[in-house]
């Protein structure tokens, strides 16, 4: 269109009137124009969408959890348990959505089979320290969502907490496991053999 010609005339009204096509019977003056102005495409920034609005306030299930925690037990507690076993306890926010699962990782390792329970026994723990971390994955197994890895010491009673909670008596070794026989000690004799201590 910018190289094409430009045609003008006066009409029937006495009115100029400017065309690209010229009318048969009317005479007709050709304008010269000037080149348009060429300037370099302008590269724009992308547009950058704002984030999507969802009714109700329901969010899709890609989106990331806001909040991931362990209740219990607390970072750096000594849980006592003679059998082993201990319960974990997970919040989340938003809660578990569909197709997701909590996954206990203890010492760097899968622990326990992953859940939709917030509530978590676990079994056969060693004695000692370790630390606890929880994931959330979905159905792949992929890791949505994982905690910091956080300590916890596990006691069980032994022997000698027993004895000092409530020490040996005279009459409970050999009959309290941690009252052994061979730990009893001597009697003192008297001197006199009629007379006992």
Avoid: W
Avoid at 44 to 53: D, E, F, G, S, Y
Avoid at 165 to 176: A, H, M, N, S, T
């Amino acid at each position: 269109m910018a190289s094409a010609a430009v045609y003008t005339y006066i009409d029937a009204n006495g009115e100029r009137v400017y065309t690209d096509k010229p009318p048969t019977n009317q005479r007709t003056e050709t304008l010269d124009i000037a080149p348009t102005n060429q300037f370099p495409k302008i590269e724009t920034a992308p547009v950058i969408k704002p984030p999507p609005v969802y009714e109700n306030n329901a969010a899709p299930t890609a989106l990331p959890y806001q909040i991931l925690r362990i209740l219990t037990p607390e970072p750096n507690a000594t849980i006592r348990a003679n059998d082993r076993q201990m319960i974990v306890t997970i919040t989340s926010e938003p809660s578990l959505a569909e197709g997701h699962r909590y996954r206990l990782i203890i010492d760097g390792q899968p622990f326990a089979q992953a859940s939709r329970s917030p509530v978590v026994q676990v079994k056969d723990i060693d004695r000692g320290s370790h630390l606890l971390a929880v994931e959330i994955i979905d159905e792949q197994d992929a890791i949505l969502e994982r905690t910091p890895a956080q300590p916890f010491h596990l006691r069980q009673t032994t022997l000698n907490d027993k004895r000092r909670v409530r020490p040996c008596e005279k009459d409970d070794y050999g009959v309290r496991p941690e009252c052994l026989l061979q730990d009893k000690p001597e009697e003192k004799r008297s001197i006199l053999p009629f007379f006992k201590p």
